[in-house]
């Protein structure tokens, strides 16, 4: 790849059409593990979406949470805007948001597969940065049964534009758990699964 991965990403979320957000529900998907994540926050709580759709947004302001969602994607962050208008907006990535600001949840279901393999750690230790004390973490990730973590480009079924490239890393299960254990030196609660797609994925839930 020519571009900047973080560039693929938003070119590929700026291309794709309503399909997405009619085909893809995280709520329904993932409602035991966001149901356990709304659980281990306060009454109130700010929350931080990580590359998140009105869905998940939604659900989290009706638990009476307060919430920002971040994403590359102006497309996404509009759609957002539409179907989630009580959520706070801020465009850009995750590895660069700012770090004078703390959360007491941070979320991010199957958006840190997008981010490139070598910056991973780099977003982990931002997002514990972002966490206020006792604050909790839950992210969902695509798995592989291989060895090594997998960076796959291919074209997108649900991109108007057939040029766009669809960027994502598949993890083994024992490459998160060590990451997690050296950057937040606590034990994750897991659970598995497959989507809707029937794509194995790993929850990470981690207290600060």
């Not at 529900?25 to 966001?34: S, T, W």
């Not at 509009?78 to 979320?107: A, C, M, N, W, Y």
């Not at 060590?178 to 950057?183: A, G, P, R, T, V």
Request: aromatic share 10%.
């Amino acid at each position: 790849m020519t571009m900047n991965k973080y560039e693929v990403v938003r070119r590929n979320y700026n291309s794709v059409n309503a399909e997405l957000h009619n085909k893809y529900d995280p709520v329904k998907e993932f409602k035991d593990e966001l149901e356990y994540f709304a659980s281990q926050l306060p009454q109130g709580a700010k929350v931080l979406v990580i590359g998140g759709v009105a869905s998940e947004c939604n659900f989290l302001i009706e638990k009476g949470f307060e919430v920002t969602n971040v994403d590359v994607s102006s497309k996404m962050l509009t759609h957002i805007k539409h179907h989630s208008p009580e959520t706070s907006l801020v465009e850009g990535s995750i590895h660069q948001f700012p770090t004078d600001r703390t959360f007491d949840g941070v979320l991010a279901v199957r958006s840190l597969i997008h981010i490139p393999l070598s910056d991973l750690d780099v977003v982990l230790n931002t997002i514990k940065r972002l966490l206020s004390p006792g604050g909790t973490f839950m992210s969902i990730y695509f798995t592989t049964n291989g060895s090594k973590p997998v960076e796959e480009e291919k074209s997108d079924e649900l991109a108007d534009n057939a040029d766009v490239i669809y960027y994502r890393v598949l993890y083994p299960m024992e490459h998160l758990a060590w990451m997690y254990d050296n950057i937040f030196e606590k034990e994750p609660v897991a659970s598995t699964g497959k989507d809707m797609d029937k794509e194995e994925y790993l929850a990470l839930s981690v207290k600060k």
